[in-house]
């Protein structure tokens, strides 16, 4: 079964400095796609970035890049210059072949906090 | 542009009440549907999934049910509901075009307490 891990429950940043979230994954698919989002306070989840395992560059997407290291099995996301509407849960999540359906597993999250 | 919506917003109901949460997706044609629950302070757990109206798989067995009655509706149920069952209720939608990624588009969420 695949698994996503986020080992930081909680991260501190302060404004305009850069953050990197942890996630590792474990899969025995050859082809698989991770994914970020983003989750403010209402509730609401937010689709940040994608990276696909035979993508050979790391995916951006404005301020968001993805630190992807398959032989690691860790994909990272980067955020530069944090701001303060950065604050929120962050989930890793990635995506499962099953019977043709693409299921998404998700990692239990880190909370970013960004101060002044 | 697309767009998801649920309703209602929150809502509180009894142990034993009925349930129905509704999920509908404007601007794109035969989607794949999910619903998700979060409980508090965890990640999303993937409940239901249709690939087409009527097309139901339940990835979790528990006393809910999910219903397609239409291409872009997307309907979660209980005819009793447990103190277990509250949570965020997540529904999102995806559209897989030619071979690319499939990504997930998820709605505004429903708050559900059962006390």
């Known amino acids: 079964a695949q698994k996503i891990t986020q080992t930081q429950p909680g991260m501190f940043v302060q404004e305009k400095e850069a953050v990197t979230l942890d996630c590792t994954y474990d899969?025995?698919?050859?082809?698989?796609?991770l994914f970020w989002y983003k989750q403010p306070s209402s509730g609401e989840m937010i689709f940040l970035i994608y990276q696909g395992s035979y993508d050979e560059q790391n995916a951006t997407e404005g301020r968001y890049s993805l630190n992807f290291q398959k032989a690691r099995k860790s994909a990272n996301l980067v955020i530069s210059a944090s701001q303060l509407g950065d604050s929120a849960m962050y989930f890793c999540a990635m995506r499962e072949m099953n019977t043709g359906f693409q299921k998404l597993v998700f990692g239990t999250g880190t909370r970013l906090l960004v101060s002044p | 542009s697309q767009t998801i919506h649920q309703w209602p917003a929150t809502l509180v109901q009894p142990v034993g009440s009925p349930l129905s949460l509704e999920c509908t997706v404007e601007g794109t044609s035969n989607p794949n549907l999910y619903w998700y629950r979060q409980a508090a302070g965890r990640g999303l757990q993937l409940l239901f999934y249709s690939v087409g109206i009527g097309q139901i798989s339940s990835e979790v067995p528990q006393n809910l049910s999910a219903s397609r009655p239409q291409d872009r509706q997307f309907i979660l149920s209980s005819k009793k509901l447990l103190l277990s069952d509250s949570g965020f209720y997540l529904c999102a939608w995806s559209v897989l075009i030619g071979g690319s990624t499939d990504t997930q588009y998820f709605g505004p969420g429903t708050r559900l307490t059962v006390l």
């Open positions: 899969t025995s698919d050859q082809s698989y796609g």
